[in-house]
């Protein structure tokens, strides 16, 4: 069979899940052809070691009239038995048998943006919640990961339960060693990693931390990410705030990150809502305690691995994390638990799920 995969954002924040797909597909499957649609900037980003796998250039930009247009002559042209398309926004022209990746609702429980003010957020929810419901309606088969997303894309797009499968993220440690980072190997630290979108909590963060200096004056707080308008918009609040030991460290390379998961005194995971959380796991990978939010997905997916804040609650947020900074046994037994939480997710089983999906929604017709 043929399977056209568009990956037009395997260079993304998200495209850590279409690369890891791909790298274990190549894996395990020798006898589908696989089509994978990638921009032109990344034409070299994913490179096949299989013969069944061939880049193919498709320069549309998302929610595009080209995306609509040219993507559904493309896809006619090219023929596939079957197409996943690893994200909501589609050509809905194209009218043969698809598979949907589906990772979170979060746009439309956003109530604020930085980079867009109410009425453009407003619109891009209407348009992002029309292209959803028909999006799930048409497509063969959802792929989503986890069961809170699951359950919130039942309750949103009014369909059967059977028709989404859940497969996991995982992960991996990163190639080769830490790389240590001289500026904090005498520091107390605790950290986070992500975006700077006003749902992902980072000032309500950033104001725990500047409490907790009271008991821990010498505490750093470590943000790493890349450095946006969001988060310089970010920076610049705090430096209003007059806060102290927030240290913003914009990209680090996977080694250093690797340095600074070994070594802070908790890991960090504020955010208002996650269709799966995968930071937290990859800390874990180090022997970071966790200290999480309870929202969405994220007990889901860290288990007993963590201890647990309400992510609205400020004094919460600072009394979970002072306890856990403070505590060696708790940070020792967090550490225990989250080597043996991140083992239960596996890349190759996800591709294993999401293969066992395309062979379900080749035999079935659509609804």
């Known amino acids: 069979m043929k399977i056209a995969?568009?990956?037009?954002?395997?260079?993304?924040?998200?495209?850590?899940?279409?690369?890891?797909?791909?790298?274990?597909?190549?894996?395990?499957?020798?006898?589908?052809?696989?089509?994978?649609?990638?921009?032109?900037?990344?034409?070299?980003?994913?490179?096949?070691?299989?013969?069944?796998?061939?880049?193919?250039?498709?320069?549309?930009?998302?929610?595009?009239?080209?995306?609509?247009?040219?993507?559904?002559?493309?896809?006619?042209?090219?023929?596939?038995?079957?197409?996943?398309?690893?994200?909501?926004q589609q050509p809905l022209m194209y009218t043969g048998p698809a598979?949907?990746?589906?990772?979170?609702?979060?746009?439309?429980?956003?109530?604020?943006?930085?980079?867009?003010n109410a009425v453009e957020l407003r619109i891009k929810k209407a348009i992002?919640?029309?292209?959803?419901?028909?999006?799930?309606?048409?497509?063969?088969?959802?792929?989503?990961?986890?069961?809170?997303?699951?359950?919130?894309?039942?309750?949103?797009?009014?369909?059967?339960?059977?028709?989404?499968?859940?497969?996991?993220?995982?992960?991996?440690?990163?190639?080769?060693?830490?790389?240590?980072m001289p500026a904090y190997a005498s520091k107390q630290f605790i950290m986070y990693?992500?975006?700077?979108?006003p749902y992902k909590n980072n000032r309500r963060l950033m104001q725990a931390h500047q409490q907790l200096l009271t008991k821990n004056p010498d505490l750093h707080l470590?943000?790493?990410?890349?450095?946006?308008?969001?988060?310089?918009?970010?920076?610049?609040?705090?430096?209003?705030?007059g806060f102290k030991n927030i240290d913003f460290l914009g990209f680090v390379s996977d080694p250093q990150l690797a340095w600074l998961y070994a070594h802070c005194r908790a890991y960090v995971f504020p955010s208002l809502m996650e269709g799966f959380g995968f930071p937290s796991l990859e800390a874990m990978n180090y022997g970071a305690p966790v200290a999480s939010s309870f929202a969405t997905c994220l007990p889901e997916v860290n288990g007993d691995a963590a201890v647990y804040f309400d992510p609205e609650n400020l004094a919460d947020m600072v009394q979970v994390i002072g306890n856990l900074i403070n505590d060696d046994k708790l940070r020792a037994e967090l550490a225990t638990k989250g080597y043996k939480q991140v083992k239960k997710y596996s890349w190759r089983d996800m591709a294993e799920q999401t293969l066992a999906m395309y062979n379900q929604a080749l035999q079935q017709k659509t609804d």
């Open 128 to 180: 992002f919640g029309a292209l959803l419901k028909k999006v799930a309606r048409r497509s063969r088969h959802i792929l989503t990961i986890s069961n809170y997303s699951k359950q919130d894309i039942v309750r949103y797009c009014h369909v059967d339960p059977d028709k989404i499968t859940v497969a996991y993220l995982a992960a991996d440690k990163f190639e080769g060693e830490p790389k240590p």
């Open 222 to 241: 470590l943000i790493v990410g890349r450095q946006d308008v969001l988060r310089q918009a970010d920076m610049e609040w705090a430096s209003k705030q």
């Open 193 to 197: 990693v992500g975006r700077a979108e």
């Open 5 to 88: 995969i568009d990956a037009r954002i395997i260079n993304s924040g998200t495209g850590r899940y279409i690369e890891r797909l791909l790298h274990y597909l190549e894996q395990i499957d020798d006898t589908n052809q696989y089509l994978i649609l990638v921009r032109r900037a990344d034409l070299d980003y994913y490179q096949p070691q299989k013969p069944n796998f061939t880049v193919i250039e498709a320069e549309f930009n998302n929610y595009s009239f080209g995306e609509q247009i040219g993507l559904a002559r493309l896809l006619r042209k090219l023929g596939p038995d079957l197409v996943h398309f690893c994200m909501p």
């Open 99 to 116: 598979v949907t990746s589906i990772l979170d609702l979060n746009l439309l429980h956003i109530t604020a943006n930085d980079d867009m």
